[in-house]
């Protein structure tokens, strides 16, 4: 598996930095944390731009900054700053060459990825003569990302690629980045602030906050997690369901996700048939009932136990932590966050451990980051 | 220099100032370049200072400059001695002088465009060129360079003009010895001494119009010419 060790203290103008953290993943780490927080200066601190503080980094036991320093141009590690940074005096061609020249001899037999292929999987055909000025803003980031994932790095550093991609673009280049992940084996380190593109991208989240390490772990456990909702704020709380694409009903525009064995309805077509596919749900979009009412109420009815209550005593409301009964995979713990008012919570005489049913309306259901025909 | 005696002095003095002003930008690409490159890309203290330096010949009568030249050329210096060792010959009244000179108060007519070209690239560009690879020199000659060509064009015309239109330290630091030190500019104030205006005007029109010429070509080039006294 790889490693990224990471530790960096320090000051940077008013900036105060202590993080220290192993990323060890081959998958899709999302680096996560509001604004100022530390993550693009981590991010350049790893790819080499750091170098007036005391920083350690080392990839797979070989050190890259501390005892000796190896300059970012040597360093077997692909970036993709915010902004697509294209060559405005070459075009996309000669951008995408500009990489391919300067392939690290030791990082040939990394991988072998073509330039055809990644012109076709990013659909680079039509433009490859135009230069920057002339591209869109989404077309300049798959030129960028081409152009990144040509110079055959062994990992990949990506500070909020997506920020100014439209949703449907979005969760193309999501779905890119998780097979490239998949067939190539090279991990990715992936920064946002988006929820969205976390619960579509991530296969661990690390939270960063005022420059420190705060957590890490499995998506669902960190976004179910009480520092992702405090730094969310539990208006926008949330939960993600993770399952498969088990029924399609073309004729109502319907998907059904088996999470589980127990199955959820949703809008829209977040995947074909088998694929895997996560959907956020609301904390406030959840009703929760100790008995089994009305089924006209919502299209989904799961059932669940209570784990914990937390009830907040400045305000009106209450949040559970609802596991939902696992009929499948018994490893596989799937958590829900509900909201509800206080006055419903003792109406309904809930407790921890108590069954409850779990209504969902399709209607409610966040479709931001599916991704369509 | 024989064949000068036969030409028209002020076909002389024209060529003369061809020469003093190509040798001059030439010599500012290696001088000035690496100044205003450092000044774009360091944060450092010292940075007003060097600008401050830098930008001095703008604001300073050229009377100033040309003084403190003459006492620096003088063979009682380092250089001016460290001149008559290789050369024979005086700094002070010499093309080299000139050359010299005409370096000093031109130099922040190279550096600042090329310094606002430079810091347009930004560092990211430079970050992504660097992850994909390429080293220092790899990236300044591939991507800062010919993204700066507009810039280069404007510090290269402006250097060039300048350097022929100066007056007042060509003549403290060459006297205008001809075919030697005496450029056009000197070579008009000669001809309006002697009263002959005819002459003058010929000189003078002929300024003008490749002045003019030479700022049009720039600005049709470069609609983002920059020039600053901070």
Redesign the interface.
Known sequence: MASLFVQIKGELGSFNIDFEHNFQSDGITVLFGPNGSGKSTLI?AI???IQNIEIFISLNGTVLQGQKNI?????S???M?Q?P?L???LTVNQNLD??IK???SENIKNYNITKIEIIKSLDLQNILDRYPVNLSGGEKLRVALA??IL?QPSYLLLDEPMSALDIKHKAKLINFLRKYNREYKIPILYVTHSIEEISQISDEIVLILNGRFIENGPTSKILAGDHFQNLVGKFEASSVLEGFVSNIKKLYNLTTININGQYLIVPGKPGILDDFVRVRIRSRDVIITPIKINSYIAENILVGTILTIDIEKLSAFSELIVALENKENKENLQILRVRITTYNLKKMKLSINKKVYIYIRSVSIDRQAYQYD | MEVFSLLNPDIVALILTLKLALTTCVCLAFIGTPIAYFLAFSSGKLNPIIESIITLPLVLPPTVIGFYLIVFFSPDTMLGNFFILVTGEQLIFSFYGLVFASIIYSLPFWVQPLQSSFEKV?V??I?????????HF?TFF??IL??CRRGLLTSFILSFAHTMGEFGIVLMVGGGIHGKTKVLAISIYDHVEQLSFGKAHYLAGGMLLLSFIILLTLYISNKNISMRVK
């Open positions: 350049s790819a080499g731009f300059p970012s141009y040597k360093r590690i692909g970036t700053f902004d940074n060559f405005q005096h500009f990489a300067r392939i690290k152009r990144t110079s | 930004g990211k560009t970050q992504t060129a660097n992850t994909l690879g390429a080293g790899d591939n991507i010919p993204l």
